[in-house]
């Protein structure tokens, strides 16, 4: 396993994390697409001046689909973003499907597959593993139910989990580690603070709730090597005590992951 962080992609927002002592970060790319592809250059740049590799980059919250199907303009946009994970050696590309109101279940889910196997089809050709990221922002594509459906279907595809999401939908994070373990290609280190069934924060991952050593003890069960990904995530966390608590995750989990495989 791989510990890094999301970061911005300027040189000082890489250069921060490397000081963290980290060596590997994810870039989310959810807006402003044009200008991360058009600084490729300094950004190549200034991975190699940080020693710093790059293991995902994922895009949330965007129209994949649309009352008429697939939303081309959106999805060549994925495409290029899938070009760049080629060309900063990012193993994994993250993706969603949003929900269409004015169209059926059935309808959603059949333009879903017909994203996911075209996009999927687009990674596969640059070596890319696609994932469906299982939070709710833009997306329907979270759990088991829809899992069963597009993991079969697309050939390929992986998931990028984070517990928080299925802590905070009432869900069993442990079983579905457990079930579908041998689909997760990335990983979100997000902290959750549920109380009474009501979100209260997301402190720093190794300060909440989540049983961060049982969730790791069954990606090793299931020979789980790839990033393990640090997301500050809370209004609470930030300055001086948001940079302490990134510190903090980085402390806890760095004794739990090994390179060696079993």
């Not at 984070?162 to 579905?176: C, G, R, T, V």
């Not at 689909?183 to 989540?210: E, Q």
Request: proline share 3%; with cysteine; charged share 20%.
């Amino acid at each position: 396993m791989k510990l890094g962080m999301i970061s911005g992609y300027d040189l000082e927002s890489l250069s921060k994390v490397r000081t963290r002592g980290l060596d590997h970060v994810e870039f989310c790319i959810n807006h402003h697409e044009d200008t991360f592809l058009n600084e490729l250059n300094i950004i190549e740049k200034s991975l190699q001046t940080n020693q710093l590799s790059v293991f995902s980059i994922g895009r949330w919250g965007t129209e994949r689909i649309n009352p008429q199907g697939i939303n081309r303009i959106e999805f060549e946009k994925n495409c290029r973003l899938i070009d760049a994970a080629a060309r900063l050696h990012s193993p994994v590309y993250v993706t969603g499907v949003n929900y269409v109101d004015q169209l059926s279940y059935e309808d959603n889910l059949s333009f879903a597959l017909a994203y996911l196997q075209e996009l999927q089809a687009y990674a596969a050709q640059k070596k890319i593993t696609l994932a469906v990221y299982n939070c709710r922002w833009g997306n329907f594509i979270i759990g088991p139910d829809t899992w069963d459906v597009v993991l079969k279907a697309v050939p390929g595809l992986g998931i990028k989990y984070d517990p928080s999401h299925a802590i905070y939908d009432l869900k069993n994070y442990l079983k579905e580690i457990s079930d579908y373990g041998a689909y997760i290609k990335h990983i979100h280190l997000k902290g959750a603070l549920l109380i009474d069934n009501v979100r209260v924060d997301d402190p720093p991952a190794g300060l909440d709730m989540t049983d961060w050593k049982s969730f790791l003890a069954l990606l090793y069960k299931h020979q789980y090597q790839g990033g393990l990904s640090i997301e500050p995530h809370s209004s609470t966390w930030t300055g001086d005590l948001g940079e302490w608590g990134i510190r903090y995750s980085i402390e806890y989990f760095k004794p739990l992951i090994t390179e060696v495989k079993s």
